[in-house]
């Protein structure tokens, strides 16, 4: 079945800094993945989806990347910022099943002044 | 747009008892999802429905899960008999294409 590994748990940085988190994915279709963003207290939102078709997306400041050859997929931002705390989810669409979302387990950014 | 509500925010439930949590999808959205969310578990997949047919509940637990969705409106998930191990955050998503899912705030059930 579909797969999705997230390895950072925890990333901790200063604003201005450069973000990274990385994840990647098994499947045996073609994807759609996407990232989201979790605020306590909240459901996860939707940030970014990235296609085999478009390879690329970008919300907000954010940039996703996929690259087929590794099975992995990228989030980053040039400049992060005090309100970017939070915790990022990657996902990748069920390719069994339309629409449902296989989740990573987590990377909770801490960004501080 | 309102968004995808779910009520109650908060259930505290008794060994044994049951809870409903109740989803109002956003209005067009075809798609319904239902999701839980652990410390250990992270987020797993319950069950999904498509104009209101359940198309997948793989996710869900044989016994004493069950999930409906009477019309295009609002679903619903009741948990008999609740235990311990069931306390989660369940989360209820909906879904134009099935692919970008709006999730809800989330009902936070704690069984004692």
């Known amino acids: 079945g579909d797969s999705v590994t997230q390895k950072q748990g925890q990333v901790t940085l200063s604003e201005d800094d450069f973000l990274f988190i990385n994840c990647t994915y098994s499947t045996t279709t073609y994807p759609t993945l996407l990232w989201y963003v979790q605020y306590p207290g909240q459901g996860p939102q939707l940030l970014l989806k990235?296609?085999?078709?478009?390879n690329k997306g970008i919300s907000r400041g954010f940039e996703a990347t996929y690259d087929k050859g590794t099975t992995s997929f990228h989030l980053q931002k040039a400049s992060v910022q005090e309100s970017d705390s939070a915790v990022y989810f990657c996902a990748l669409s069920g390719t069994q099943v339309v629409g449902q979302l296989t989740f990573g387990s987590g990377t909770r950014l801490q960004v501080y002044a | 747009n309102a968004g995808v509500i779910q009520t109650p925010r908060h259930k505290v439930t008794g060994k044994g008892q049951e809870a409903t949590l109740w989803c109002e999808p956003i209005?067009?959205?075809?798609?319904v999802f239902w999701y839980r969310q652990t410390i250990v578990q992270g987020l797993e997949f319950l069950t999904y429905f498509r104009n209101q047919a359940p198309i997948d509940d793989s996710g869900m637990p044989k016994e004493r899960f069950s999930a409906q969705m009477p019309n295009q409106s609002h679903s619903t998930l009741k948990i008999q008999s609740t235990q311990p191990q069931d306390s989660a955050v369940y989360l209820c998503?909906?879904?134009?294409?099935?692919?970008?899912?709006?999730f809800g705030p989330g009902t936070r059930l704690t069984v004692l």
């Open positions: 990235v296609t085999t078709a478009n």
């Open positions: 998503a909906s879904s134009l294409d099935g692919y970008e899912q709006y």
């Open positions: 209005s067009g959205h075809s798609a």
